[in-house]
């Protein structure tokens, strides 16, 4: 129709001019930069369609999707090999790409490489087409729902605009639905995972809580068990030592009581001699104190106190003696 011819018009004029705009800005480029060569891999920092030319053709007809890219031949490789194509994608960022990976493998010798690289732009290429094709569904689909609201819809305008839309939001939400579905059996089995990671762990701690404590009470009743037999050792000692004490006692007691009768018995003779017969000095009679006989380790106390008294008893003897003490002859 009508429309049709003078919309295709108006993108024919804007294509047109896009392309005498990119042709300038490429020919400025090259004039301030002469060492540029041109049809060189330095030339691909000169993009061949920049964003604000692509504004311009897209301000004619905002719904159009455009197919962007390169054709490029190296004629140093054999023919049939020397061009190459890149796959025809709406997004110019990613058209670039292709155009300098295409480029650089063909200045590298690689075409095989190039061939390999084309399969990857193509499956990017369908990924952008189709991307493109659901924008511009849902974009004709607001454009019709705000016409509709204001009362100006003309339904000529957009022939199929809602039932795209409508499909494009089908299919979204099947593709949703699929999503949180495929998303929450994948979250059933990491809970069931994590279940049973944590069931067994539990038992583990179970396991490894009963082991303890019984080898806390295990090493409890054996301390236990040397804490008494520590403690009996400890009173048989003490019972041994108290015993011990009880008989050297006893036996210093007895020592004690026969110096004690000794020296009695010893004061008792010289005072009946000094008395019966106090010549007897002057005859040459001398009394024999008897010297106590070496003790026992254990009697040392007591030797030395029986010898300290026989010493006392000589010094009294010896201050009577006119002849000058006690001797221990006969």
């Known amino acids: ?48 369609l920049n964003a604000e030319e692509l504004r311009g053709i897209l301000t004619e007809d905002p719904f159009i999707v455009l197919g962007f890219c390169s054709d490029i031949m190296d004629n140093r490789l054999q023919k049939g090999q020397h061009r190459k194509q890149g796959p025809a994608t709406p997004n110019l960022v990613h058209a670039q790409e292709f155009r300098v990976m295409i480029r650089q493998g063909l200045e590298a010798g690689k075409p095989d490489a190039v061939e390999e690289a084309k399969r990857w732009m193509a499956e990017v290429a369908k990924a952008d087409r189709k991307q493109a094709y659901e924008q511009r569904a849902r974009i004709m689909s607001m454009v ?5 609201r204001r009362g100006q819809v003309d339904p000529h305008l957009f022939p199929g605009a809602a039932a795209q839309a409508q499909a494009a939001a ?9 999503a949180l579905a495929l998303k929450n059996e994948a979250n059933s089995e990491e809970l069931e995972r994590l279940q049973r990671l944590l069931q067994d762990r539990e038992e583990q701690l179970t396991h490894s809580r009963t082991v303890t404590m ?21 009173m048989a000692k ?15 007691r007895n020592v004690r009581l026969e110096a004690q009768v000794a ?5 008792a003779a010289v005072a009946a001699a000094t008395a019966a017969a106090p010549s007897a000095f002057t005859q040459g009679l001398r009394f024999r104190i008897p010297t106590p006989a070496p003790p026992r380790q254990n009697e040392q106390a007591t030797f030395e106190r029986a010898k300290h008294e026989c ?20």
């Open 1 to 48: 129709n009508l429309w049709d011819a003078e919309q295709a018009i108006d993108l024919h004029i804007a294509l047109s001019r896009a392309r005498h705009q990119a042709l300038v800005r490429f020919r400025n480029s090259l004039a301030a930069a002469p060492y540029m060569q041109p049809y060189a891999s330095n030339l691909d920092g000169i993009e061949p």
């Open 144 to 148: 019709c729902r705000e016409l509709r």
């Open 170 to 178: 089908r299919k979204r939400i099947e593709d949703q639905q699929r």
């Open 214 to 234: 019984q080898a806390m009470e295990d090493r409890t009743r054996a301390e236990e068990e040397a804490v008494r037999a520590r403690q009996a050792e400890q």
């Open 238 to 252: 003490m019972e041994a030592e108290n015993m011990t004490a009880v008989v050297e006692e006893e036996r210093e």
């Open 263 to 267: 020296e009695a018995k010893m004061a």
């Open 311 to 330: 010493a006392t008893a000589r010094a009294w003897l010896a201050a009577t003696d006119p002849r000058g003490g006690a001797s221990d002859s006969p």
